[in-house]
């Protein structure tokens, strides 16, 4: 159990329907990051925040958005969802710069 | 260019027997980490080993242990006495100095199977 937390672990949903992923970081972690894994892209860091401020994004898409609050736990907001979002999303947690990241279970999203 | 590349889709290796999984990378900078993970088919990713680009020892940590090549620019995870529960997806993964950009940068993975 790496103590970062993710829910749902599951999610069907129709295409152009609206979700949110949440995650938790483990205890004292001030930095979040999501990342997409899917079979065509492999794992790609969509974006990262530390200590409630947007610190990098990577490859996440304008219908993506994500927040994290003042109790540092994390929200990854998916809209217009497309078949091609279809993925597992992790969110990891790290203490800092240097330190490693910690992976969630993932949420797996389908879009039907 | 790939920054991370794993070259061996699969592998196939008995039970007990060692195995190592191939990794290079590609960076300019000076400071740089690079991370093992695994995959199981359950879907979560468990870290195993990091390697820092200034560690002049290679990383160990029980069973698992990083062959780093600075050189080379290879960090090859090497599994002594392997287990059927070792059968996974690995990935490797680099960090960059990039200060505000602490993403990691995944390879494309390696599929293990062990046989009994």
């Known amino acids: 159990d790496s103590g970062v937390t993710q829910t749902p672990k599951h999610l069907i949903t129709a295409t152009g329907q609206r979700v949110t992923l949440r995650c938790s970081p483990r205890?004292?972690?001030?930095?979040v990051y999501w990342y997409q894994q899917s079979l065509d892209q492999g794992l790609q860091f969509l974006i990262q925040?530390?200590?409630?401020?947007?610190?990098a994004k990577g490859n996440i898409l304008e219908r993506f958005s994500a927040q994290q609050f003042p109790d540092l736990h994390s929200e990854l907001n998916l809209s217009s969802l497309e078949l091609g979002d279809s993925a597992l999303y992790f969110c990891?947690?790290?203490?800092?710069?240097?330190?490693?990241?910690?992976f969630g279970p993932g949420t797996r999203l389908t879009v039907l | 260019a790939q920054k991370i590349t794993q070259t061996q889709p699969g592998m196939f290796v008995q039970e007990k027997e060692a195995v190592t999984l191939d990794c290079t990378y590609d960076t300019s900078d000076q400071s740089y980490g690079l991370f093992w993970y695994k995959q199981p088919s359950s879907g979560e990713m468990i870290f195993l080993i990091y390697q820092g680009s200034y560690d002049e020892q290679n990383a160990t940590e029980g069973r698992y242990s990083l062959n780093f090549q600075k050189a080379r620019k290879s960090a090859n995870l090497v599994i002594s006495a392997s287990q059927l529960g070792d059968s996974a997806m690995y990935f490797c993964a680099m960090r960059e100095a990039e200060f505000g950009n602490e993403k990691l940068t995944f390879g494309t993975g390696t599929r293990l199977t062990i046989i009994p």
């Open positions: 205890s004292g972690d001030l930095s």
């Open positions: 990891a947690s790290s203490g800092g710069y240097t330190d490693t990241q910690y």
């Open positions: 925040y530390y200590n409630g401020e947007e610190r």
